[in-house]
């Protein structure tokens, strides 16, 4: 869509709560502008508490889909009339695509995260994964990495919630925060699904026991630079921040939504120059 929007063109948008800093906008925006589609996507700031009514007025408003961040993952997955299994067992939605029958819910991030470690080569069917957090992102990831093969360390502050994320995965154990110090040198992939960074916080453990041969992912991607990927650089590991995995997931959206493959490098390139 190269004008302004009209009457005819369709809306799709991403709610949250705070929402200004998302950079979905400007990722969808780019590949409905690449593919000459007369779509649009905005961001809807929608306060805590409102999330099912905002998911359940898709329908009403004719829009075309439906982002989800927090805090409202969990009331979408309560508004949709359907979810698929990954939703269903994260009893969580961050994409709600209309249908015939009404709204679906899915869970992209999972797969969003498995492919942007796929871009960097990394085997995770022998792979020992150590995930920091318990939160929504965390248990996507561990989900999605239960089909792997991989072998998973979760790593919470809480040791409850630890428990009922790693048990997304069958290969999965709880490790305290404590014991980080001595694990984290003998993984392969180092993943940081929590919000830790996003201040300049430092990562729960010792930056000199990350070893030149591990992967260091970070779901954070504004700062771009958390000190855990400075740290990773620092001492020869490959490093990567947040944004693969938000376009990835962006993309298998999006794909749902217009039927159509979503052109990655624009995505890639606009999530980048924002």
């Known amino acids: 869509m190269g004008g302004r929007p009209t009457g005819a063109t369709r809306v799709v948008g991403v709610i949250g709560d705070p929402i200004e800093h998302s950079l979905s906008p400007v990722i ?22 409102a999330g099912e009514r905002a998911v359940r007025a898709t329908s009403t408003l004719g829009l075309g889909g439906l982002s989800v961040t927090m805090p409202h993952k969990g009331p979408a997955a309560r508004a949709c009339d359907r979810l698929t299994p990954t939703a269903a067992t994260l009893r969580a939605v961050n994409t709600v695509v209309v249908e015939a029958g ?40 561990v989900q999605a990495l239960d089909a792997t093969g991989a072998r998973i360390s979760v790593a919470a502050r809480r040791a409850d919630a630890g428990r009922e994320c790693a048990a997304l995965a069958e290969a999965a154990h709880v490790v305290g925060l404590d014991e980080l110090d001595e694990i984290i040198p ?44 400075a740290a990773a650089r620092a001492r020869g590991a490959s490093a990567v921040n947040g944004i693969p995995m938000l376009v990835h997931q962006a993309a298998i959206s999006f794909e749902r939504w217009t039927g159509q493959a979503p052109p990655l490098d624009v995505m890639r390139a606009a999530a980048e120059a924002s």
Do not use: C, K
Not at 28 to 33: K, T
């Open 186 to 229: 003998n993984a392969d992939v180092v993943v940081n699904a929590t919000p830790v960074g996003m201040q300049g916080e430092d990562p729960p453990f010792s930056s000199d026991r990350i070893t030149p041969t591990q992967l260091v992912m970070d779901i954070v991607y504004a700062p771009r630079e958390t000190p855990l990927l």
């Open 28 to 49: 969808h925006n780019a590949a409905f502008q690449a593919l000459g589609l007369d779509w649009v996507y905005v961001a809807f700031a929608v306060p805590v508490g």
């Open 102 to 141: 009404g709204l679906l819910g899915d869970s992209t991030d999972g797969e969003g995260f498995l492919r942007a470690a796929t871009d960097e080569r990394v085997d995770l069917a022998s792979a020992h994964v150590v995930v920091l957090g318990s939160g929504g992102a965390a248990r996507a990831i």
